[in-house]
């Protein structure tokens, strides 16, 4: 398979404690995205990367939430102790540069629960 | 600020009615569309995409857009709905580099 992926798909989490999630992209593409998604809602955008270059953060991106994608390939997003307003889906996805209509492609998200 | 509304959030209907989901957008600039789809348990598909051209624009499973442009608007349509098409729908506006999406329409079909 050659989609986007995430992992963990499903993370449980004790309140203050950290927790990473991982995305590979689609290999080609040099344009990785993190997204939030809680029921009910639409997915709401956190942070972009070009290749390793951190080009956007939401104001939802707090201090504690942090994004990294060290070699232009995989990224982490990493949230510092967690809070139980954290609990929703992260969803990762990414697309190619040069067209401005490229497709933005999802992976299938990662859930986390703060308990 | 790009936003994106969605008018409906519960849309119910029985199988082969005809459907019809609105999307409007605000953004001042050249402005890309989409409609993805969410189905149960599973991750966010395109369905269409418009990026200029022919303002109706047709994509998987029978569905179609027409992209309205004196009404910032942006409607997904079916002449014909499935019990399979019960699902997430979300409408998403690209001016920049990132999507902004809508709330999401959730569409169940009765069989």
């Known amino acids: 398979d050659t989609g986007v992926s995430q992992d963990p798909r499903h993370k449980i989490t004790k309140r203050g404690q950290n927790v990473t999630f991982r995305c590979d992209p689609i290999?080609?593409?040099?344009?990785l995205y993190w997204y939030r998604q809680t029921l009910g809602q639409g997915p709401e955008f956190l942070t972009y990367?070009?290749?390793?270059?951190?080009?956007?953060k939401s104001r939802l991106l707090s201090d504690r939430f942090s994004a990294e994608r060290p070699k232009g390939s995989f990224s982490t997003l990493e949230i510092q102790r967690t809070e139980q307003g954290d609990s929703a889906m992260y969803l990762c996805?990414?697309?190619?540069?040069?067209?401005?209509?490229?497709?933005?492609?999802f992976g299938e998200g990662s859930w986390l629960t703060v308990v | 600020a790009q936003s994106v509304s969605q008018h409906n959030h519960h849309v119910i209907l029985s199988e082969a009615a005809s459907l019809e989901l609105g999307c409007n957008y605000s953004y001042g600039g050249t402005v890309n569309l989409f409609w993805y789809v969410q189905y149960p348990g599973q991750h966010l598909q395109l369905l269409l995409k418009y990026f200029s051209g022919d303002p109706l624009v047709k994509g998987i499973k029978g569905f179609e857009a027409e992209f309205i442009k004196s009404k910032f608007s942006f409607n997904l349509r079916k002449p014909s709905v499935q019990w399979s098409d019960t699902a997430e729908y979300f409408c998403?506006?690209?001016?920049?580099?990132?999507?902004?999406f809508g709330t999401g329409t959730r569409l169940t079909i009765i069989p």
């Open positions: 990367f070009q290749n390793e270059a951190q080009l956007e």
């Open positions: 998403a506006a690209r001016g920049n580099e990132k999507l902004t």
């Open positions: 996805a990414s697309s190619s540069s040069g067209h401005s209509g490229n497709t933005i492609y």
């Open positions: 290999s080609e593409h040099n344009r």
